[in-house]
């Protein structure tokens, strides 16, 4: 399974990608694969705070539903709109097409303590 | 001219009346097999005038053609339904491995003094003096429950678990409130059921989770370090969904309690643990009762249900009312004179008929009778476990509760615990519980009623479904293969519902 060395893992099994103040985020295929076929993905109002360590989302599969947690703060900027009519796209390409959620974030430090593509790879072996 | 397909009608009526071989099958809705005009019931022609089209309904409002209600006569109506009866998938006809937390077996009997005149055709309207059997019947309950759990006072009005852990929040946050604090914060361990979380939030309370150790229990430690306060309370079910028993309990009890927090106990596994230990004597402060899951009171799919709370006695004050109480003169009543209640949480005075379905039990079964469930309902467990250990690895080490975990290990076949699940469905055995509490997971709980013929014949079939995955895998992937339709296509169900019927 690739699990792209671009980006931050936490152990919940949610991926951050970094550019400047912006972070995507998304789940790992790690995790889109255990949930099995993603149902429903529930992601927040853009122009929202969220705050870290917090749930800003929902993703419901066949199987489960699990919160989308957030590790850092920020203001919701924008979020996959497509998920809303094909949540497939997370099962399918859960790293790219299958982002969630970008966030202006207020404080980068809390990415600093999560796991780089190798550590994320160990933890999920 | 009478084929296989025209009924006793004649051709040209739609009306199917399936040959016996394909009854086994498939055959037409209510709706499809309508008789136009036909009916089970003759009623006189109406004295009333019928309403005109000028009539003060807004056009836009008015059908322009009749609902599509079925039509057919009673006979027609019995065969329906009794068809579609043979197709149910029963306790009464198999077993379930998933026990008490969806269908244990209820004793017969429950019924029997459920229909009983003086329970079943009574109206809470009636005065007291009318009522006092039902009346007593609370009375003797709600003694039987603070007995059982060694807690002050129970309360049976809410309406089910969940219901339970409602009010037994609510009458923490009015505790606390009492004592001139506001906590909002409520700890769970990971292992705790859904509703734990959601209760906390249906009273405007937080959650946090509390880590399990290796061996399920809970980690003190994390408990130590997330009790503050601000923590109202923690919700801990025992033994945990992981089938385990928390010898801790006390414990944890005394770590809440040293920071003013209390302990509320989810007694949703309490069928492993009657007459062993009662909540109460080990300090918790509050608890609910699962009456179908315990009680064995019907599992009614969303309701009618029973979800009794007990409380110690520092939380008695806070119990829903009325209570019911026997007054000096020996007769029962309902006492409104509870200053500090935090009133009702549900209409009248809780579910009758259940109740008298979970005293039934209690009183055919004595103390002793009730401790034989625990005792058996363990055994039961335990008993499978060691059976199929050997193929199918268990995650937690034993003994057991009245429940246990196991994670299929075939994955390197492209088979999975659903696969497992819908294999058992073609021996006749009703899917358990499967991906919950932990991923990949199958949890068997037997409960206390299956023989121990049927617990061997259910370990032979496990085996064999173990055997099946390693040589045929795709007689899993596929299944079931013998039921009137076969795999659910779960996906498409979940993504694109489709929940009405319309006709062609």
């Not at chain 2, 994390?222 to 928390?246: H, Q, W, Y």
């Not at chain 2, 579910?351 to 055919?364: E, F, H, K, M, P």
């Not at chain 2, 819908?422 to 021996?427: G, H, N």
Request: proline share 7%.
């Amino acid at each position: 399974m690739s699990v792209p060395n671009d980006r931050k893992y936490s152990d919940s099994h949610e991926w951050y990608l970094v550019d400047g103040n912006i972070v995507t985020m998304g789940i790992t295929q790690f995790a889109a694969e255990e949930l099995t076929d993603i149902t429903y993905v529930e992601l927040p109002a853009v122009g929202s705070e969220c705050s870290a360590g917090a749930a800003v989302g929902e993703i419901e599969s066949v199987k489960a539903t699990s919160d989308l947690i957030c590790a850092i703060s920020g203001k919701i900027l924008a979020v996959n709109d497509e998920l809303a009519e094909h949540p497939e796209l997370v099962n399918d390409d859960a790293h790219n097409r299958g982002w969630m959620v970008k966030i202006e974030a207020a404080d980068l430090s809390p990415l600093d303590e999560l796991m780089d593509a190798g550590a994320y790879n160990e933890h999920i072996s | 001219m009478n084929g296989p397909h025209s009924g006793p009608y004649g051709a040209g009526l739609n009306m199917a009346v399936a040959p016996l071989a394909e009854q086994s099958s498939d055959f037409p809705l209510s709706f499809e097999q309508r008789i136009s005009g036909a009916s089970g019931v003759s009623l006189p022609n109406s004295d009333v005038p019928s309403a005109q089209d000028d009539s003060n309904l807004p056009k836009h409002l008015r059908r322009d053609q009749a609902p599509n209600l079925p039509e057919l006569g009673e006979l027609d109506v019995v065969r329906h339904m009794t068809r579609l009866s043979h197709r149910v998938f029963s306790i009464d006809e198999n077993f379930y491995p998933l026990g008490s937390c969806t269908m244990k077996y209820n004793p017969r009997v429950n019924e029997r003094v459920a229909a009983m005149s003086g329970f079943a055709h009574i109206h809470p309207y009636q005065p007291e003096s009318d009522v006092q059997g039902m009346l007593e019947l609370h009375f003797q309950l709600r003694h039987f429950l603070e007995e059982i759990s060694g807690l002050a006072e129970v309360s049976l009005q809410p309406a089910a678990g969940a219901h339970g852990e409602m009010t037994g929040l609510m009458m923490i946050e009015a505790y606390h409130r009492a004592r001139g604090e506001n906590r909002r914060m409520v700890l769970a361990p990971d292992s705790a059921h859904g509703t734990n979380p959601a209760s906390c939030t249906i009273c405007s309370m937080s959650s946090t989770k509390i880590r399990s150790r290796s061996d399920g229990k809970v980690d003190l430690d994390d408990l130590r370090s997330k009790v503050d306060e601000n923590t109202a309370a923690m919700m801990i079910t025992n033994p945990n969904t992981c089938g385990i028993f928390d010898d801790q309990i006390a414990d944890i009890a005394t770590i809440l309690h040293e920071k003013g927090a209390l302990l509320y106990y989810d007694g949703a596994n309490m069928n492993a643990t009657l007459g062993i230990i009662r909540p109460g004597d080990v300090g918790v402060d509050v608890m609910h009762f699962n009456t179908h899951k315990t009680f064995s009171t019907p599992h009614g799919g969303g309701g009618p249900g029973a979800g009794p709370v007990g409380v110690s006695k520092r939380l008695s004050p806070y119990l829903p009312k009325p209570q019911v109480i026997k007054k000096p003169d020996g007769t029962f009543a309902w006492d409104y004179e509870r200053p500090e209640s935090i009133g009702r949480v549900r209409s009248f005075y809780g579910q009758g008929g259940v109740l008298v379905r979970a005293y039934t039990y209690i009183r055919s079964l004595g103390p002793e009778g009730l401790r034989r469930v625990s005792r058996r309902a363990v055994l039961s467990a335990n008993y499978i476990a060691a059976q199929i250990k050997h193929r199918y690895p268990m995650p937690f080490e034993g003994p057991y509760a009245h429940e246990f975990i196991t994670v299929p290990d075939f994955a390197d076949l492209g088979v999975t615990e659903r696969d497992f699940a819908k294999r058992l469905i073609d021996y006749g055995i009703h899917p358990p519980t499967m991906s919950w509490p932990i991923m990949h997971c199958l949890m068997i709980e037997p409960s206390e009623t299956e023989s121990l013929a049927t617990l061997d014949q259910f370990c032979e079939v496990m085996i064999k479904i173990a055997d099946e995955a390693r040589d045929q895998p795709e007689l899993l992937r596929s299944a079931p293969h013998d039921m009137p339709v076969g795999r659910l296509d779960e996906v498409g169900a979940n993504r694109k519902p489709n929940v009405r019927w319309q006709p062609e």
